[in-house]
Each structure stands twice: as C-alpha cells, then as structure tokens.
C-alpha cells in the first residue's frame, strides 16, 4: 500500500486497461460512476487516483489490485536520470524535476526514450569492442532479453510451481534434511537414472552434468549438501518437465537460441528453488521469523543465497511476499547477478555506490549487515548483506572468490523485517543516501567518486575534499 501522504498516478496503467476491454472513456466513467472529464484527468496523470476508486476499479474489472496500484514513476525517473547523463546527450537544461514530471506524465513516452537509449548504448559498445567489424544489430543481449522477461514475468511461473509440488509428493520429499536422499531413490526408481559424485579433478569446472547416455548424473565433490541437491534438482527438471519449460520458452517470443538457452537454465535453477522451498510453507515461515535469512536457511537445509534468491520469486497473484530485490557483486564491484520482484532501477553499469552494505560486507566476511538507505528521489530502503563464496572449481593454492549478496526491499515493510528492528530503535543509526551508479549520482562531494556527475562540476583550488568533485548548485 502507499503511504497516506503518496499520491497515486497509475494513469497509463488505467488508459491502458479501458482500451485492452475496448470501451470508451465515456463507457468507463459510467461504470465507475464519476464524470468523463475527471477520467480523462486521471488517464493523464493530472488528478491521483484515490484508495476508494482503485477499490471499485478492483472489484469491477478483476485485476490484481497490488500490482495494477504499484506507481513506477521512481523507477522510470532513475532510468531517465541515467539517460539524460549520458555525456553526448546531456543537456544542463533539463532539470531532475522536469525529468521526473516527464516520467510521471507521460511514462510510456518515457518508457520509449529509455529503450532507444539502451540501443544507442548497445551499438556504441559494439563499436567499441570491435571497430573493425561493426554489428548494428540493435537488440539487446541475450542476457538483458531473459532478464526483461523474468521482470514481465514477475519472476514467477506457477507452471513450475505446481511441477515441484507433484515432486515433492512423487519422491515422498517430507525432511528437506534427507532431500537428496530422497531424490536419489526418486530418480533411480523412475529413471533408472543413477547420482554418482566424482572428484573435483575430474569435473573441473563443472558442478553437475546430465549423462544420458549412462543413465546418471555426475556432480561435483566441491559442492556442499545443499548445492548437489540444488543441482540435482535442477537436472530432474530438465529430465521430466523439459515439455513444460520449453512452453514457457516458446511463450516468451525469444527467437535466438543463446537467449532460449539462458532462460532454460535459469528456469532448472528456479525449479531447484521451488522444489527445496515450496511457495507456500516457505512464505509462511518467512513471515513468521520476520525474514530471519539464517532460520530460514537452517529450517530449509538450504544455503544463504539460496533463501535470498527465493524471495524475490514469492509473486504468486493475490499471495504475493514482500517484494524484495537481490543483488550479488564481486570484490571489483560488478554485478554478477541479480532479481528483483520490486521497480529498483539496476544500473546499466557497473560500479553500484560503495556506501551500499554489499560493499562493506567484504570487509567482515561472513557477518550480517543491516542498513537503511535513501535514493534521491526519497525512497527508502532496508538493505541486508553477507559475503558468500561459490564452489571451488580449481586445485590449487588460494581461496575461492569471494561475493557480496544484498537483499533489500522498502522500508515500508519494516514490521516483517527482523534485521529492521535495531535500526529504526536506534534513532541515531546512519542513513546512507546513495544512488545505484556513480554517474547519477547527486551526492555533492563523495570520496569514492571516479567519475564526473551528471550536474556541472566547478573546482575551487583553495579547497580540498576527500572526493576529488565538488559540484555546483
């Protein structure tokens, strides 16, 4: 729910909805009982819409009043913010206010800025890595296609939910604890199929493989009891619901086969997920720790990431979890993966602000941090964050990477947040106001910066600032 002080404009949502049931604004404002004039106002943005009405529009039309009230303005503004900073296009006219009135009313022109940008973007990088054999083939990456739609998708595929349920059931899955037990007996029983683990010399870089050709799956030594069950599970996906993953794939309308190979992997590994946190006991019990990440992991016999990963999927319609949003860097900064069932704005870069918790898990690894953070635009966040290092997968001397994962949602939902509880007593605890790329960023003088702000940059050579830009007002 928005706060009572929030306006809600959702006039693209609602102009959108009249016209996909093909009636006028005139035969809508009949049935919501107000005046043609003031739906015209709310289409436009020009009049927010109030709780009462998006009841009645909710119980008229039947949609799912959660999602249809959700405003998007603060993430097209963050999109629009990164665009109009970019060097070429750049322009001091254009104020933070302006773009923010543009993505409030007119958010699918805004939508369309954003998209050509991220094309120039795309061909400018083509240019780039290989001047000497330009592609101007601007669709996006096979990567940014699939990420695109598990968002359209609102990370969620009851499909693949119902699968693992039948599994659970099938392979009599009642102790996660003796899970992969239980789906060694499962696929030697139904499969004829065997599990052998091999040593790490011998797999090298690999975590598991599907040999059908011998009837077993081979996994790696270097994985832990909770990553050969996810492994596992996620081969048995591939071997008895592949029909209907593929499904899934064909509905999506991604024709390149790079982009079909990605999203099959990554809907194996939601299906691991599912199969090891099943929606509807791991959403009552992380409501009922508060969303304490390590119960949660123990009570699962899952790993850390793992219970992270799987909150940002609980987006069943009307039975939908917090939303939160995942992030998990490496020690340079960059991004190495990331979900989301909320509108945070990734960065099309990396270099996430280092103020963020992710980056100061490194220092400590291994410990839980909590943070508050507020972007620019007002917007606050609960931030939690834990180094995490994946398997090994070479001999050798030195340890395995390390990584940062930080799970974060709006502190709206604080109540249900256990890590939430210190900080907002301790009235004193630090917010950190950050943005999520150096380049948007509005922070006035910052020791991390490597890079110009997106504002005009003055320098004053009688004064010195731990951060080498001092910004003009």
Known sequence: MQSKTEKILIGHKLKRLRQSLSISQLDMSRELEISPSYLNLLENNQRPITVHLLFRIGQLYNIDFKEFSDDETGKITAELNEVFSEPVIKSNDISKREIKN??????????????????????????????????FDMKSTP????????????????????????????ANIKDNSSM???????????????????????????????????????????????????????????????DAIDEIINKSNLTNKEEKYLLKITLSGYFGL?????????KHSAYETRHDLETLATRFSVSFDQVCQRLTTLNRRNDTGIPFFYFKFNEAG????????????FPYYAGANPDWSAHQAFREPGKIFAQLSELEDGKKFINISK??????????????????????CDIRHAENIIYAEKIIQNKSSKISKIELGCRICGINVCEHRDQGPASSVSFDPNMRYSGLFEFSN
Do not use: C, W
């Not at 409030?104 to 120039?120: D, F, G, K």
């Not at 119902?162 to 599994?167: F, R």
């Open 334 to 345: 960059h991004i190495a993966n990331r979900l989301s069932s909320s509108d945070i704005k």
């Open 102 to 135: 543009l993505a409030s009313s007119s958010p699918i022109i805004s939508t369309a800025i954003i998209n050509l940008y991220e094309a120039y973007r795309k061909l400018r990088e083509e240019i780039h890595v290989n001047n000497k054999n330009i592609n």
């Open 274 to 282: 599912s199969l090891m946190m099943p929606y509807d006991e791991f």
């Open 180 to 242: 992969f037990m239980s789906l060694e007996n499962y696929l030697e029983e139904t499969f004829k199929i065997q599990i052998k683990v091999l040593p790490q010399k011998i797999m090298e870089n690999l975590l598991s493989r599907n040999d059908p050709h011998r009837s077993r799956i081979l996994v790696s030594e270097s994985l832990n009891i909770q990553e050969r069950v996810f492994q596992i599970s996620s081969q048995l996906a591939l071997i008895e619901f592949e």
């Open 143 to 170: 990567l940014q296609s699939v990420r695109l739609f598990l968002t359209k998708s609102k990370n969620f595929f009851s499909v693949i939910e119902q699968a693992t349920k039948s599994i659970r059931s099938k």
């Open 387 to 408: 180094t995490m290092k994946p398997p090994r997968t070479s001999t050798g001397e030195g340890d395995a990477s390390l990584f940062s994962i930080i799970l974060g």
